[in-house]
């Protein structure tokens, strides 16, 4: 029976009554329109909007074979679990799952941690939410997903309300064709099954968390609605705010305002027939923002029926030969890598109280910046960064060797650059965005990401555009002349001296040859320990073996001319599938200067002491 419902409508006999009852059924479900869904759209800012939260238990269904999705000869399903179909006694079919029955996973959360028999799943697993809902007129209902890794679909009530590739960045679905009053559903297919043709691709030094890993909720937006916006202050003319609002389906010649009480200041600009209003208006007295004194703003943005109230930091940051320039004065970012790792609990990171606490142990260290990586981290982090004033290198997880002559994952990339920075564009703390991490060096892989540079200076003129490049040797010397350097603002480099190659002393007679007058951020050194293990300074693993490597590290930074940053590897340890060192490693990367279980290992001290004291890098 299986097999003749799964078969194309035209194979079966016309003689058989149920064949006009099931060409009923699957013309009815041709005519939804579940199968052309409009691709999401960014909405900056949109965790500031008001919204229904749908965090919370989701039933959940492992679907190694997607089964609920494809047919036994791999086309889409019309009738899939995405319909939440309920049995009935007498069906001419079986209906072979059921989400009242089925398991829980929370969300936000990984699978992985949620359940043992789902640490190592790589594949689909579907998410089922029953919520209620009272429509209103001229309002759009959108969809708001944080992030889901890496490949996801969404129906709301068994329409098809869009589809997401990426597992690091926001989006938002339309759902307001879909959405009734009462009682609705919410199904989400979640893949996160690794393709060479993906944007990261099937090497990664971090676990693949799959599933909802950020927060989704319901967003309501009338029938105009602001979908992103732009205020920074202006690099030439002090005192000014410049930017933009974008509106869709606003009127041209409509208005949109900007306002900024505690500097009572207001102004309004016409919306053009592209839906922007420009905006560049003058301030008095206002505070820039600093690390030392991170001043949020509270800043209104209006246009027609549609208002947003944001928190927003004012600084300007440029390059200006070596010297990295914040609020015209030279800076020198004293910081730590962090990965989007949950402290204690482990699985990645979503919740302010992560944040908080990642970021409380970097301002322990003495940081004045922190490199997010490899992948754009949650609108909390960066939120918690702009209040607690840490400066950020944001990335896109181009990462190691990429597919970079394919121009399907050129594209992957773009959408995802576009979407990670036109979410987080007004986040003070976020002054550089990187374009990748450690790229082999070949034409195409240049070319790829010379591509996406020019794409986010366009996006964003008022950042600076850096990369973590791979350095390599001659004898004693380190070479940074990778061509791609040409195309960065900032160079970002990771050397690995005293671990990954030659001993921690070897830092001592290590020369640097830098082919760019251009500011350098060593973005990643560092050596691995188990936190509690004890031994000689030369003996692997132990606390006393990575602080070494610290102690002779920092000494030779100084010698390198143009540095004007650091990020070591890294804040804390990380779940990551290429360390199966058993009692030392169990699959976590022990680079970090913090343990996954917050203890503190000997070289967190050194590095302390280091920034405390200004004894690495120019004295600001
Ligand atoms: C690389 C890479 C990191 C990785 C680190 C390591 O440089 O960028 O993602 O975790 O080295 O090997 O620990």
Redesign the pocket.
Known sequence: MTAFLNRPIASRGSSCPCYFLLLLVAISFAALPCFAAPAPIVLTGADSRPSTSLNGEWASIIDPYFSGLFSFHHEEKKNGYFMNYKAKPGDPFPTEYDFSKAPKLKVPGDWNTQRESLMFYEGPIWYEKDFTYDPKPHTHVFLHVGAANYHSWFWVNGQKVCEHEGGYTAFNCEITQAIHSGNNFVVAAVDNTRHEDNVPTLE???WNYGGLTREVSLIELPDSFIDQYDLHLSHSEDGVIEGWVHVVGGQSGGKAEVGIPDLHARASAAIGADGRAALHFNVQGLERWTPESPKLYKVVIRAGADSIDESIGFRTIETRGTEILLNGKPIFLRGVAI?AEAPYRTGRAWSDKDAETLLGWAKELGCNYVRL??YPHDETMLRAADRMGLLVWSENPV??ALEFDNPKVLAKAEQQLDEEINTSRNHAAIILWSMA??TPNTPARTQFIETLATRARDLDPTRLITA?LLVRGKGDTKIVDDPLGQALDVIGI?E?IG??EGRPESADTTQWQIAYQKPVIVS?F?A?AKAGLHGAENERWTEEYQANVYHHQLPMLNKIPQLRGMSP??LMD?R?P?RPLVGIQDEF?R?GLISDQGQKKSAFYVLQKAYKYKTVGRPD
């Open positions: 990664t030094d971090w990965h990586a490899h990462y190691w991490n450690e973590a990771n690995y671990w990954y990643e560092g691995a590897w890294c990380f990551s290429n990367n680079k």
